[in-house]
Each structure stands twice: as structure tokens, then as C-alpha cells.
């Protein structure tokens, strides 16, 4: 309907107007005024004045309602609701993904995060701290490898893992990734193994052990205007059982898998030189579930 065609929206048979849209009442263009029944036999008399209390009575009403509305929307849930869902986020439906609240463990061993608290949300620091740990520079050179496996591990699994560790990171291996036999950088490049976690799942718990899959995106190569193994994106789930070992979670087994992974996006890389002084200049997080 066109703004010119609002006077005659009802149609004829339905009263509708005459053509002319300023007319009223037949097109005499006269306005009559009904008075109201009570004063019919008194034309002169007033209406009396509406006092102003009413109407700022009822605009008070309304302003109530609205905020009693708004809040009862706000949040669906009171605080303590909000503290149960977190406090256990293994517990029925799936884990979110905000922080649950509890500040991060405060003790360190060596660069490693420990002091985890013995419940769910402990474990899950842990997996994510010694995800990190385990997907860092300094796996790659024997001495710190040998340091990170005794903290991460219990003893016994860090014993037995030395040996195929030191086999797994063979002159050969890394040579490949452009480092020498003692996991060395060339002069002029910069090598890069960061893990970042995404999110973490409690797969299984009960007081003295934990099974805990940890999602992670990583950044591994070589930058350096010569690298023929520039700095790449990986996507990788590891999952880490632990066990309550010595007053802190501690790893006895884990295994690794491909994805889950997303769609790349559409921002250019970097330059070598830009991606050298991010890794000097950022330095990485302590994980709290």
C-alpha cells in the first residue's frame, strides 16, 4: 500500500472516506463535538481536573514492573547455582568452557606449574600445564627433556619414557626440523614448540587418579630468513592419565591424536623476523581449569 492510498485503506463498502483526505463528515468539512452524558443538560459545566498524584502513581507502577522484569531475566540462576555448575564441571552435561573461578596453583617446579588442588578441576590444570610443558622448546634438548619428564611423570613411567624419548629425538629427528645433534638453533634463527590448550575433559575421576583429554592448537619450525621449515599451526588432542602422587598429580600414561581442527583462516603470514621477536617478546600462561 503506497502512503497515498492510506485515506481509502478500508475500501467502500467498508465506510471508507471521501476522495478528498482533509474532508470530515460528508465533506462539509464541519466538525460536530459530542459532549459527554453528564453534561448534556449542563453545556457550561467543566470537567473536573484530573489530579497529577494518579498518573505519577501509575508511570511508578510500570517503572517497577519493567525492573522487576529485568532482573528476574538477568541470569536465569542465583550465585550459588553458578558456583555448584563450576565447582564440579565433570559432573552431568558437558564442561564449560568459561574459567570456574578458582585462582591458578601458586607453586612452581622449575618453570613447570605444580600444587594442584586433589579434584577434578586440579586434574584438568594439571593435564593443561604439563601439555605445555611437554609441547615446549625444551623437549628438544636432552638435559631439560630429562628435567621436564621427571616433573611432569610419576617416576616410574619418567623411567621408563627416558630411554624411547632420547631415541625419538634423534640426531636425525631433528635435523630434520633444521637443529643440531644437541637440539640447537642455527646462529641467526630462532626455534619455535609452543603448545596452547584450548579447553580440557575429565574422562574419568575418582580420588587417587584421573584421566584428562586436553584439545591444544601448537606453533613448531624454524624462523630465520634460511628456514626451509617456517613456523606452522598443529591441531592435537592429548590425553594424560594421572595419578595422585607424592601430594600432586602426575602423569602415568598419555597418548596423542590429530585434531579436532578448524578451517584455516584467511590471515597472511608473517615474516620470519616478526614471528622471532613475538615468541622473545610473549611469554606463556599458567593454565587453571
Do not use: C
Request: charged share 20%; hydrophobic share 30%; no cysteine.
Amino acid at each position: 500500500m503506497s502512503p497515498g492510498d492510506e485515506h481509502d485503506y478500508r475500501g467502500k463498502d467498508q465506510g471508507s472516506r471521501p476522495d478528498d483526505p482533509y474532508s470530515t463528515l460528508g465533506g462539509t468539512r464541519q466538525t460536530r463535538t459530542r459532549l459527554p452524558d453528564g453534561d448534556a443538560g449542563n453545556p457550561g459545566a467543566r470537567r473536573p481536573v484530573r489530579n497529577s498524584r494518579s498518573l505519577i502513581t501509575i508511570t511508578g507502577i510500570v517503572v517497577l514492573l519493567i525492573a522487576a522484569i529485568a532482573f528476574a531475566n538477568r541470569g536465569g540462576g542465583s550465585d550459588d547455582d553458578a558456583t555448584r555448575n563450576t565447582a564440579n564441571p565433570g559432573a552431568g552435561g558437558s564442561a564449560p568452557t568459561a574459567a570456574t573461578g578458582t585462582k591458578p596453583v601458586q607453586g612452581k617446579n622449575g618453570t613447570i606449574a605444580s600444587g594442584f588442588a586433589r579434584d577434578e578441576q586440579g586434574a584438568q590444570s594439571a593435564a593443561a600445564n604439563y601439555a605445555v610443558a611437554l609441547g615446549s622448546a625444551e623437549m628438544f634438548t636432552k638435559e631439560s627433556r630429562h628435567r621436564t619428564l621427571d616433573t611432569v611423570y610419576t617416576p616410574a613411567a619418567a623411567d621408563r619414557l627416558r630411554g624411547p624419548q632420547d631415541l625419538a629425538y634423534s640426531a636425525e629427528f631433528l635435523d630434520r626440523l633444521g637443529l643440531d645433534a644437541d637440539g640447537n638453533a642455527p646462529k641467526g634463527s630462532t626455534f619455535i614448540s609452543r603448545t596452547i590448550p584450548v579447553g580440557t575433559k575429565v574422562l574419568a575421576f575418582d580420588d587417587d587418579s584421573a584421566e584428562v583429554a586436553v584439545w591444544y592448537t601448537g606453533l613448531i619450525g624454524m624462523s630465520g630468513a634460511d628456514s626451509t621449515k617456517p613456523v606452522s599451526t598443529t591441531w592435537k588432542t592429548w590425553t594424560a592419565k594421572l595419578s595422585w602422587t607424592g601430594g600432586d598429580w602426575k602423569v602415568t600414561a598419555d597418548s596423542e591424536s590429530d585434531g579436532p581442527a578448524p578451517v584455516p583462516g584467511d590471515v597472511a603470514a608473517s615474516p620470519s623476523d616478526t614471528i622471532s621477536k613475538s615468541v622473545e617478546e610473549y611469554g606463556g600462561f599458567t593454565y587453571a581449569r
